[in-house]
Structure formats: C-alpha cells, structure tokens
C-alpha cells in the first residue's frame, strides 16, 4: 500500500494550492482518509478528515479555507487550501485507515497508512 502526496509548493498569502493523495495497493473507497500538517519544531496536527460516505470534519483554524473531497474511481482524496496563510506553513501528510467505517478519526494513531508528505509554505 503506497500513499502519495503531490501540489505542495510556495504560494504567497491569500493563494490557494490543492493537494492530491493517490493511493494504491488497495481500495479505500469505504476507509476514512485524512490529512496531517507538521510545522518546523511542532507537533503532526490534524487538519482535515473524510469518511467513505463523504462525511467531512475540519480543525477549527482551517474551517470556511479548507475543502477535503475524495474521487473513489481514482482511489484518490484532495485538499483544497483557499485563504492561505503563513501559519498553514508545514509539511502536509495523507493518510487512511485499514478498515471501513463511516465514523471520523482525527488523531495520529487512528491511522494505519501514511503518505511521505508535502511541503506547502506561505510567504507574507
């Protein structure tokens, strides 16, 4: 099973950049996917989940910017960033769970596959 991020890059404040998560190895049209951001000297941070039914759930700070989505037929979900900030600056991570549930998970070890990661930075 391999996750891979890609559409990372520098885009100044206000920007939009729309990240892509492939899968493959296996399905995931039933699992809940997710992405992850890491900043320089903190901690992997929830941003964004979504479940099989297309249940969606966002942390509070990228709420009304971020959209996540999913293409089943691609085996691939999304992140749509609009009103990009300097502090969304990280590296983002895809990752999805192993089983199939319509419940949404938001934290680290809920998830048993992870992708390598993407950087997005954010000018002012």
């Known amino acids: 099973v391999q996750l891979v991020e890609s559409g990372g890059g520098l885009v100044q404040a206000g920007g939009s950049l729309r990240l892509s998560c492939a899968a493959s190895?296996?399905?995931?049209?039933?699992?809940?996917m997710a992405w992850f951001r890491q900043a320089p000297g903190q901690e992997r941070e929830f941003v964004a989940a979504?479940?099989?039914?297309?249940?969606?759930y966002y942390t509070d700070s990228v709420k009304g910017r971020f959209t996540i989505s999913r293409d089943n037929a691609e085996n691939t979900v999304y992140l749509q960033m609009n009103s990009l900030k300097p502090e969304d600056t990280a590296v983002y991570y895809c990752?999805?769970?192993?089983?199939?549930?319509?419940?949404?998970?938001?934290?680290?070890?809920?998830?048993?596959?992870w992708g390598q990661g993407t950087q997005v930075t954010v000018s002012s």
């Open positions: 990752a999805a769970r192993r089983d199939s549930s319509n419940s949404l998970y938001r934290t680290i070890p809920e998830y048993d596959y």
């Open positions: 190895g296996r399905t995931f049209s039933n699992s809940a």
């Open positions: 979504i479940t099989g039914m297309r249940f969606t």
